[in-house]
């Protein structure tokens, strides 16, 4: 089992506190559940997305105040796109991940760490 969380889970979000505390809360329950579940062989993970070019963020990763003040923090220099996630997927649904569980996969081009 694999939930999509949010970078807002892992920084402070002053104008959407709600949402990182939602996002949050998912993590807290993934790994609640990844402990719970282990002993039946189930797996539990996590996977955080930075900013993804989708059509919901099409708007923002387009506008001027994206380019100039995020874009800039993204280490690889460039907006993620859903074919940055099929690695994760493939190895979070294949036996190579049999042994792994309660973890958080940070997605997001090193925007996280700079």
Known sequence: MAVTA????????PLS????ASK????????ALAVGLARHKIRCN???PGWIETP??????HGDAFKTRVLPRVPARRWGTGGDFGGI???????ASNYHTG?????DGGYAIF
Do not use: C, Q, W
């Open 6 to 13: 949010s970078l807002a889970a892992l920084e402070g979000s």
């Open 17 to 20: 506190a709600h949402y990182a």
């Open 24 to 31: 949050g809360a998912m993590l807290s329950v993934m790994r």
């Open 46 to 48: 996590a996977i955080v």
């Open 56 to 61: 919901m963020t099409e708007k923002a990763v």
């Open 89 to 95: 997927a493939v190895y979070l649904t294949s036996n």
């Open 103 to 107: 973890d958080t996969f940070v997605i």
